[in-house]
């Protein structure tokens, strides 16, 4: 059998720890054969192929980022995207994809299988939020950076006496403002699950410097005021209909600014978070991801992605994750109240 294997959308720690382990099970156990498509679903559309050996895995473990390239590209949109997809894997005598990614890579996977593409998919993005999975690999790394730049902000804030807003990646749900936020101390923590209210940000704020202590606020970047809308960056619209968030830090410090007549700084982390080495808690889930979906492959269970539920990794129909997201409960949040101000 010879298998496919595309990584699509926003890159995360890991991705090359699941390549790995597909190819090092799928050719030492199963005799299978793989190639990779460069660049998620553009590699599949154009037909750029590379050649994916033991050779060609080896020393990717611990490196971030991809080895096959990954765009934000959605087959669907494009003109004969499904006959173009099915005659690169003919060309190349592929039998089955392995597709790693996000809600819209994996959107894409649905679509394609429901129309005869054997496909098994894995679950990615630092954001951890992909329904159907307890955790993606990409996002313990990820609440790693953001803890240790939260850990940093904390001395210098202190310094001088001023609130430092901290901007993580979070596009639909808070995850990473929530975790690393906990883990790092911070005063108010602002998710796009809870719009939030400014006076109430600015109560807190206030009531940290009473006390002498310099506040950090961490907000997720699709965080929302109560009374106001998503801040973008700009209006473009990628392939799957999404724009480009980032700017609610900037804006929050200087409301806090005006309000409260104390100074305000903002921190950007942005593609910081995605970048370099995955944590040891990434590549042993990534790893495992591999190892099954290579399983489900040999198994003949096309349309399923390999997911984490408590220690387990279990198989969940792509059709029941469809058009879902997992956000962070109202419950979870309120737990952590208070910490706030
Ligand atoms: O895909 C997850 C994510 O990290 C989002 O949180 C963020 O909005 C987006 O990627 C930004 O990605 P890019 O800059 O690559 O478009």
């Not at 803890?147 to 639909?172: F, K, N, Q, W, Y």
């Not at 609610?248 to 005006?258: H, K, P, Y």
Request: charged share 25%.
């Amino acid at each position: 059998m010879k298998i496919g294997v595309l990584t699509g959308g926003g890159d995360c720690p890991g991705l090359n720890a699941v390549i790995r382990s597909v190819v090092r099970k799928g050719v030492q156990e199963y005799g299978f054969e793989f190639v990779g498509l460069r660049d998620g679903w553009l590699g599949a559309l154009r037909g750029t192929v590379m050649p994916l050996d033991i050779a060609a895995v080896r020393g990717i473990l611990p490196r971030g980022g991809t080895i096959l390239g990954s765009s934000r590209t959605n087959p669907l949109k494009h003109e004969d995207g499904l006959r173009r997809v099915q005659d690169t894997l003919a060309a190349n005598g592929v039998d089955a994809l392995i597709v790693i990614g996000g809600e819209d890579t994996l959107g894409a996977a649905t679509e394609l299988n429901r129309q005869g593409v054997r496909l098994v998919g894995v679950p990615k993005t630092i954001d951890n939020d992909v329904a159907g999975t307890d955790y993606t690999f990409g996002f313990d790394t990820a609440v790693g950076i953001a803890t240790e730049a939260i850990d940093r902000l904390h001395t210098t804030a202190e310094s001088h006496m001023r609130t430092l807003v901290v901007e993580v990646m979070g596009r639909h749900s808070g995850w990473i403002a929530l975790h690393a936020g906990i883990a790092g101390g911070a005063n108010a923590i602002l998710v796009p699950e809870r719009p939030f209210d400014v006076d109430q940000v600015c109560a807190w704020v206030k009531n940290r410097f009473k006390i002498h202590y310099a506040p950090i606020v961490v907000a997720a970047e699709g965080a929302v005021p109560k009374e106001g809308q998503m801040i973008l960056k700009d209006r473009s619209l990628d392939e799957y209909g999404h724009v480009r968030l980032s700017g609610i830090g900037e804006w929050l410090a200087q409301e806090i600014e005006g309000r409260t007549g104390t100074e305000a700084r903002t921190t950007v982390l942005g593609h910081v978070q995605r970048g370099g080495t995955p944590s040891a808690f990434d590549r042993w889930l990534a790893t495992r991801f591999g190892l099954h979906a290579v399983d489900a492959v040999r198994d003949g269970a096309f349309g399923t992605m390999v997911a984490l539920r408590g220690t387990d990794i279990v198989r969940v129909p792509l059709d029941d994750t469809r058009g879902r997201i997992k956000v962070v409960d109202p419950s979870l949040y309120d737990e952590f109240e208070v910490f706030f101000g």
